[in-house]
C-alpha cells in the first residue's frame, strides 16, 4: 500500500524558486560583494586577490572627478534624446506603415536588418563612412556642394552619435509599437469610424492611449540603453576630444584599464548601479500607484 505525500504550498515554493536564488547568488551575489569591497579599498591589478581597504576614498574621488560629472551629463543627453526619436520615429513607421506591411510581411524583414548587426560593427562601419578626409561621404558633399563638413569633430560628434544610434535601434521600437498596434481590438476602432469619428481622432483619443503602456516601457528600455552606451561611441570617437563624447560606461573602462584605478572605477559603476535603483524604484512605485489609483 503506497501513501502520498502532500507538500505545502510554502515547501513547492521553495523548491521552484530554489534554483534561481542559486543563481542570483553565485552569478550576481558574489560580484557585486566583491565590487563593494573593491570600491573601498586601495587596489591594483597585482593586489586583486588581497585589497586593503581605506574606507571611502574612492567614492570622494569620483565626486570630485569633473570628467564624471561630464560623462554622466553625456549619457543622460545621450539616452534621453536617443529614446525620444527612437521611438517617436518607431511609433510613426508602426502607425502608418501597418497596412503596408499587412500586404507584404516581407518588408518586416528588411526593417529588421539594422538590428542583426552588432554595434561595434555599425560605429565601425559609420567611422569609415564618415571619415573627414577618407570617407565617401565628406568627399561628395565637398565634391558636389562645396561643403567641408566634419561629422566626427568637436563640433558635431554628439549629434552624429545620435544619429547612428537611432537609425540602428529605432527598428526595435517599431516592432514593439507594431505589436501593439495590430493588438488593438478591430471591433473598438470600427465602433469609432461608424459613430463617425475621423482617423486622427481615433489615432489620439482610442489607439495611442491603448498602446501608451508599451510606449512607455520602449521609452524605459531605450533611455537604458543609451544611458550605459559603449560600443558605438567608444568605436566611433571614443572619449573624444577633451572627454566631449566620453559616456559613464566609457569613464569606467578608462579609469580601470587605462588609468589602473580599480577601486575609482568600481566606486563610479557602484554610484551608478545606485543611481539607476533608485531612478527604476521610483517608476516602479509611481506606476504602481497610479495603477492603484486606476482601480
Same mark, same amino acid.
Given at each position: 500500500m503506497t501513501t502520498k505525500t502532500h507538500r505545502s504550498p510554502v515547501s513547492e515554493f521553495r523548491l521552484l524558486t530554489m534554483p534561481l536564488v542559486v543563481f542570483l547568488l553565485v552569478?550576481?551575489?558574489?560580484? &557585486?560583494?566583491?565590487? !563593494? +569591497?573593491?570600491?573601498?579599498?586601495?587596489v591594483s591589478f597585482e593586489t586583486l586577490r588581497s585589497p586593503e581597504i581605506t574606507g571611502f576614498g574612492n567614492f570622494a574621488d569620483v565626486w570630485r572627478d569633473g570628467a564624471f560629472w561630464r560623462a554622466t551629463w553625456f549619457s543622460f543627453r545621450f539616452g534621453?534624446?536617443?529614446?525620444?526619436l527612437e521611438c517617436a520615429l518607431g511609433l510613426f513607421l508602426a502607425i502608418f506603415l501597418?497596412?503596408?506591411?499587412?500586404?507584404?510581411s516581407?518588408?518586416?524583414?528588411?526593417?529588421?536588418?539594422?538590428?542583426?548587426?552588432a554595434p561595434a560593427l555599425v560605429g565601425l562601419m559609420y567611422r569609415l563612412v564618415l571619415h573627414e578626409f577618407a570617407g565617401p561621404v565628406p568627399y561628395y558633399?565637398?565634391?558636389?556642394?562645396?561643403?567641408?563638413?566634419?561629422?566626427?569633430?568637436?563640433?558635431? &560628434?554628439?549629434?552624429? !552619435? +545620435?544619429?547612428?544610434?537611432?537609425?540602428?535601434w529605432t527598428p526595435f521600437a517599431f516592432l514593439l509599437f507594431y505589436m501593439a498596434y495590430q493588438a488593438i481590438p478591430r471591433e473598438i476602432v470600427e465602433a469609432s469610424a461608424m459613430d463617425g469619428a475621423r482617423y486622427r481622432?481615433?489615432?489620439w483619443y482610442i489607439e495611442l492611449p491603448?498602446?501608451?503602456?508599451?510606449?512607455?516601457?520602449?521609452?524605459?528600455?531605450?533611455?537604458?540603453?543609451?544611458f550605459r552606451v559603449f560600443d558605438n561611441v567608444y568605436v566611433l570617437t571614443g572619449s573624444g576630444p577633451g572627454g566631449s563624447t566620453a559616456s559613464l560606461s566609457i569613464?569606467?573602462?578608462?579609469?580601470?584599464?587605462?588609468?589602473?584605478?580599480?577601486?575609482?572605477?568600481?566606486?563610479?559603476?557602484?554610484?551608478?548601479?545606485?543611481?539607476?535603483?533608485?531612478?527604476?524604484?521610483?517608476?516602479?512605485?509611481?506606476?504602481?500607484?497610479?495603477?492603484?489609483?486606476?482601480?
Open positions: 552569478f550576481l551575489g558574489f560580484p &557585486a560583494i566583491v565590487n !563593494l +569591497v573593491y570600491s573601498v579599498s586601495s534621453l534624446l536617443t529614446a525620444i501597418a497596412p503596408l506591411i499587412e500586404r507584404r516581407w518588408l518586416m524583414a528588411i526593417l529588421m536588418l539594422p538590428l542583426m548587426v558633399l565637398w565634391a558636389w556642394f562645396g561643403a567641408s563638413l566634419s561629422f566626427l569633430g568637436p563640433g558635431s &560628434a554628439f549629434w552624429t !552619435l +545620435v544619429t547612428v544610434e537611432t537609425l540602428q481622432h481615433r489615432l491603448l498602446m501608451m503602456p508599451t510606449i512607455a516601457v520602449a521609452l524605459l528600455i531605450r533611455f537604458i540603453d543609451g569613464y569606467i573602462y578608462e579609469a580601470f584599464f587605462k588609468q589602473g584605478a580599480i577601486g575609482k572605477a568600481v566606486a563610479a559603476s557602484v554610484v551608478l548601479f545606485i543611481a539607476s535603483f533608485v531612478v527604476l524604484y521610483g517608476l516602479n512605485a509611481i506606476a504602481a500607484r497610479r495603477k492603484g489609483a486606476a482601480r
